[in-house]
């Protein structure tokens, strides 16, 4: 057996043994945001290969890889979980016979067939691994005092919901937290753009098969002229984009889908009330079975007062109405932060009790020409956890990085030295999220005129492979 097929094989074993470890623990820890995933039914020997044979032997090299460098980082005490790697390993060796023995012994009697969770198993890594160790998951952390809206539209287009509670003061100086959401595990973690316009759009397929990426950040969802979503705001859902969705949700990966952006008609300034931007975010979120949205948050949306509060209270409404969604803000930053109206959003997502899970920063176009982009990226990321900080005690783990790979047409240069070092500081900090604009640009430039490139020297698919070597964070 070639060391390759070892590898592949020793990453399929253990990924095996990690996946019955979940089968077993989600039965008493099932997250509420797998409630309505989807179920398969299997014989108690057979749960794990049937699930595991289908989704993962292609990439079995990425599991084994994601679980090493956990191992690895217990070992050198890079993590939250507090357990030397003795004890881990202790655990998980007890935690094995229980699930694999009756299992072993009961194979073949259809009276002991049992429902497995697929998504779980694909997607809870994070929470069966805290699950493991007895710390509580983000699911059972609270997310907010006070009820919120339900997204419940009435004829005359107002969402029917109770108006949030006064936050009781300035955060800064005493007020009431609103809540401190949970971070989105890994593959949402790592999620770069995949722009669904123009033309020579990456086979996703492909780039995961290539980099071992497992997500996709899809932009941009705009009005259609009115307030109903549309791809670049004119394409339907049902259409080119629905098919990406499949491929990628095909190959076991996620997606996550962005509204707005730089330009166009934006959902946020289109849509009259709070429940109609709502019930637009819904369709999106039903058409794709989504478990995370990014509002890519830019212009004239964002230094729009009214637009902000909408935006705000629309994403309150539909977290209330989707248990476990996972609610990505994306802003311009400076280099010293954010600007007065990334903070009012900041301020107003407090006061308006809704819980945004991610704060993401966009460091680039800076006015800083020639710039290190390393250096100045993690200026403003240090800067803006300050301002976070103001509001929530763990800021770190709110906070995103969304940067630009290559020339970023403004004097800019993100080399791939400086996305190593923004990917170690996402690592040592434990940062929410690192994507970057875009993976249709990560290729080289052999003819400007045929297809978006990076506008550096690079290999194909190159930033892609350095930002899916942040290891897990659970």
């Not at 403004?410 to 690192?434: K, N, P």
């Amino acid at each position: 057996m070639s060391k390759h097929a070892r590898q592949r094989n020793v990453g399929r074993n253990l990924l095996l043994a990690a996946l019955a470890v979940v089968a077993r623990l989600r039965d008493v820890r099932r997250p509420a945001r797998h409630q309505r995933a989807e179920t398969v039914s299997c014989r108690p020997g057979l749960a794990a290969q049937a699930v595991v044979a289908a989704r993962w032997a292609a990439r079995s090299d990425l599991a084994m890889r994601r679980l090493r460098e956990l191992i690895d980082r217990v070992t050198a005490g890079a993590t939250h979980l507090g357990w030397p790697v003795l004890q881990l390993a202790a655990a998980t060796a007890i935690a094995l016979p229980v699930v694999l023995v009756p299992d072993a012994v009961t194979v073949g009697d259809p009276a002991a067939a049992r429902t497995v969770d697929v998504a779980a198993l694909r997607n809870d890594y994070a929470s069966f691994v805290r699950g493991l160790v007895g710390e509580p998951s983000g699911d059972q952390a609270a997310i907010a005092p006070g009820e919120r809206p339900q997204v419940v539209e009435d004829d005359g287009g107002e969402a029917n919901a109770q108006p949030a509670a006064d936050p009781g003061g300035d955060p800064a100086s005493g007020g009431e937290d609103p809540g401190q959401p949970s971070q989105p595990e890994l593959r949402l973690r790592i999620s770069p753009y995949l722009f669904l316009g123009g033309s020579k759009i990456p086979e996703a397929g492909m780039v995961m098969t290539r980099t071992g990426i497992t997500s996709f950040t899809l932009a941009f969802v705009l009005s259609d002229g009115g307030c109903a979503p549309a791809w670049g705001g004119y394409r339907p859902l049902s259409g080119d984009a629905a098919g990406v969705v499949r491929q990628i949700q095909a190959a076991g990966g996620e997606v996550v889908v962005s509204f707005g952006g730089w330009s166009g008609h934006k959902l946020g300034e289109h849509c009259a009330t709070p429940g109609a931007l709502a019930a637009a975010y819904q369709r999106v979120i039903d058409a794709y079975g989504l478990r995370a949205i990014d509002v890519d948050i830019e212009a004239s949306e964002l230094t729009d007062p009214a637009a902000q509060d909408r935006v705000l209270r629309a994403l309150g409404m539909v977290e209330a109405a989707n248990p476990g969604l996972t609610t990505i803000v994306t802003m311009p930053v400076t280099a010293d932060g954010l600007n007065s109206w990334g903070l009012r959003m900041v301020r107003r997502a407090v006061e308006l009790r809704v819980p945004v899970d991610v704060w993401t920063i966009m460091p680039f176009v800076l006015g800083l020409p020639g710039a290190d982009m390393g250096r100045l990226t993690i200026r403003a990321a240090e800067h803006t956890h300050d301002q976070l900080a103001r509001y929530h005690p763990d800021a770190y783990r709110m906070l995103g990085i969304s940067s630009m790979n290559g020339d970023t047409g403004a004097g800019e240069t993100v080399t791939q030295a400086d996305f190593r070092e923004i990917r170690d500081y996402v690592h040592r900090h434990g940062l929410a999220r690192f994507t970057f604009w875009a993976v249709n640009r990560d290729r080289p430039c052999l003819d400007r005129g045929f297809q978006p490139c990076s506008g550096v020297p690079q290999t194909p698919w190159q930033f892609t492979d350095i930002l899916n070597g942040i290891p897990p964070n659970p």
